[in-house]
């Protein structure tokens, strides 16, 4: 959940930490610090509450020429947003500086420890207790990387750290603990970079390495080195990545979320192109490392995921049992991990994730893996955690996603699912070739589809100032429809802070028309499909209960105009394609809405752009 940066080299590190902290914002906005080697014999340490404009105020002029430092933002586990609990974190003596992402779980016992000892703490966080212990073996006679590694022994969690130390001017130590949060060292020209992910380093350089979880990087600026937690050396390869880092800022939209919103229709075509043939109709799926023989030995397909990525799991579930005929089901990843699963090696697990970091899933992965499933991952970001668990990876190739809020990578991950949803058909012979050709036909027509359901922008920004001041909404769907409707009323209520709820229409009857009067509004997915009619009889229930009604409905269809209060008409696609095209208008409501509210949309408030603890 936080952002870290470190630098060491021949520049200044003041403002490249700073420019850093900028671009891990996403990450974590509770409170942000650095501190820097000073020429002095102590480092020079600034923290504020708040965003990094707090910090850029307090550090104005008054950076100091370092050639190394740390960096980090905040998203608070233990211990408010304050000043005194933003990182960096040092011992007493002021000899270590650390900044930490993730959790250490027996930080109270380590703490009552070193109270009993005579220590003295400034903050109320769980980070603290590592500065203390790191010093203590520098005391010892132990180095920085055999200090950090003795204290990475005494704790139990799952957390990224970097830490330095005030007698070793220009040395970073990083390491990485369990399946937390990532540490990515960067290389440069007589520089060396520690990042918690690639979007900090993208500017500066794109030679990367990636720490597994249990390793360490001992970064100079003329060059890293890496061993594991027992110390023995590493051979960890630097790799050129090709993510844009033109892609990572905002340009000329006034959001992120607004941008990636914006970005789907392009995103969409690098992710069909190449990948989606005709004559024959079919997948060209690069990163799917099962052959036919072991495709047909499956015997189920479990798809999990949190969030966004759970919703576009759903919808990936259809695909598989439509497409594939595999039973499927899909599981919270979370849940996945605590039902004890009845799972074999005919099992195919496949994990959705933006961010391949998902504390809660890479558990997930873990419980799959011990039990010898076959596992497929879908991501959209290069080295992932994720993508090097999984047997395989399909990228969702929609370029970096910085909006907490999750959009592009949504319709990002349906369309990945879909394709391996017709890879696993064709392998097992269950697909239709007119069925095979209709879904590719669509696949590649989705760009210009979702590029004119962006068209209905202007009319959502005008149905959003309508709605804005309902401090209740319902989302219905039915079918491929249902995942849409969670997801609505996730992105609804993550940026405008709003009670939304989706729900399967079906259940309607089963409790919830009880909250249906005028102060309810209800935005219902109502596309032509067999179930149609089930969300017609549903919308009539609605209006009598003085309920008011958005009807999303599909092109051509004017038969609920007269019964919904505000209808929203789909551009026209292959029926298992609405999901991608309804997306567009439920991130919009929902960005309209915020906007309506007055809402930060790309930094809502307790929310952080990935999840690294449970
Ligand atoms: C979506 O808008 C949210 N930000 C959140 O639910 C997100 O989808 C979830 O945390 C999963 O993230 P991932 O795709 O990176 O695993």
Redesign the pocket.
């Known amino acids: 959940m936080c952002g870290i940066i470190g630098y060491t080299g021949e520049r200044s590190a003041g403002p490249l930490i700073m420019e850093a902290l900028r671009r891990l914002e996403y990450r974590g906005y509770d409170s942000t610090g650095l501190a820097l080697f000073d020429h002095g014999s102590s480092f020079f340490v600034a923290r504020a509450a708040g965003k990094i404009d707090q910090l850029a105020s307090r550090v104005e002029g008054r950076l100091p020429a370092a050639a190394a430092g740390i960096g980090h933002t905040r998203w608070a586990t233990h211990g408010a947003a304050t000043d005194a609990n933003a990182h960096p974190h040092l011992d007493p003596s002021g000899r270590v500086a650390i900044v930490h992402n993730g959790i250490v779980e027996n930080y109270e016992e380590l703490r009552t420890a070193l109270l009993a000892r005579g220590r003295h703490f400034a903050s109320d966080t769980d980070t603290e207790v590592l500065a203390h212990l790191i010093a203590d073996a520098l005391e010892a006679g132990r180095d920085l990387p055999a200090a950090v590694r003795d204290a990475v022994a005494r704790t139990t969690g799952a957390y990224a750290l970097v830490a330095i130390d005030r007698d070793e001017p220009g040395r970073l130590v990083a390491v990485r603990v369990g399946n937390a949060g990532g540490i990515v060292v960067g290389r440069g020209e007589r520089e060396h970079f520690v990042a918690s992910d690639l979007a900090a380093l993208l500017p500066h350089t794109r030679e990367v390495a990636f720490l597994e979880p249990g390793e360490l990087a001992d970064v100079r600026a003329a060059a890293a080195s890496f061993c594991t937690l027992a110390g023995e050396p590493l051979d960890r390869p630097f790799e050129a990545q090709t993510l844009d880092p033109i892609a990572a800022v905002r340009g000329r939209y006034k959001h992120f979320m607004l941008k990636e919103i914006w970005e789907q229709p392009d995103g969409l075509l690098d992710a069909v192109r190449g990948r989606y043939l005709l004559a024959p109709a079919h997948v060209a799926l690069e990163g799917f490392p099962f052959d036919a023989e072991r495709v047909r030995q499956f015997t189920r397909v479990v798809l999990i995921?949190?969030?966004?990525?759970?919703h576009a799991a759903m919808v990936g579930r259809h695909y598989i049992e439509r497409l594939a005929r595999i039973p499927a089901e899909v599981d919270n990843a979370a849940e996945f991990g605590y039902r004890r699963a009845i799972l074999d090696e005919h099992t195919l697990v496949i994990s959705?994730?933006?961010?391949?970091?998902?504390v809660d899933?890479l558990a997930a992965m873990e419980v799959a893996r011990r039990a010898g499933c076959a596992q497929l991952t879908v991501c959209?970001t290069p080295g992932a955690q994720t993508t090097r668990v999984a047997d395989g990876t399909i990228y969702m190739r929609m370029g970096p996603e910085i909006a907490?809020?999750?959009?592009k990578?949504?319709t990002g991950?349906m369309v990945a699912l879909h394709a391996i949803a017709l890879h696993l058909g064709r392998a097992r012979g269950t697909l239709d070739p007119a069925e095979a050709e209709a879904q590719v036909a669509g696949a590649l027509h989705l760009p210009a589809a979702v590029g004119e359901a962006l068209l209905l922008a202007p009319a959502i920004e005008q149905l959003a100032k309508r709605y804005a001041a309902y401090e209740n909404f319902l989302f219905l769907g039915r079918g491929l429809s249902f995942p849409l409707a969670l997801e609505g009323a996730?992105?609804l209520k993550?940026v405008s802070y709003l009670h939304a709820e989706g729900y399967a229409a079906g259940e309607m009857k089963h409790g919830p028309i009880a909250l249906i009067d005028e102060r309810m509004p209800t935005v219902a997915l109502a596309p032509s499909d067999e179930l149609r009619d089930k969300m017609r009889s549903n919308i009539q229930q609605l209006k009598a209960r003085r309920g008011r009604v958005v009807a999303i409905v599909s092109a051509g269809d004017a038969s609920l105009s007269a019964l919904a209060d505000d209808m929203l008409t789909l551009p026209d696609t292959d029926q298992l394609l609405v999901p991608f095209v309804a997306a567009v208008v439920m991130q919009l409501l929902a960005y309209y809405v915020a906007l309506e509210r007055g809402c930060d949309v790309d930094q809502p408030r307790n929310?952080a752009?990935?999840?690294t603890v449970e």
């Open positions: 995921g949190m969030g966004t990525s759970w959705v994730s933006q961010s391949g970091e998902t899933l959209n907490v809020a999750s959009t990578c949504f991950a996730l992105k993550e929310l752009k990935t999840v």
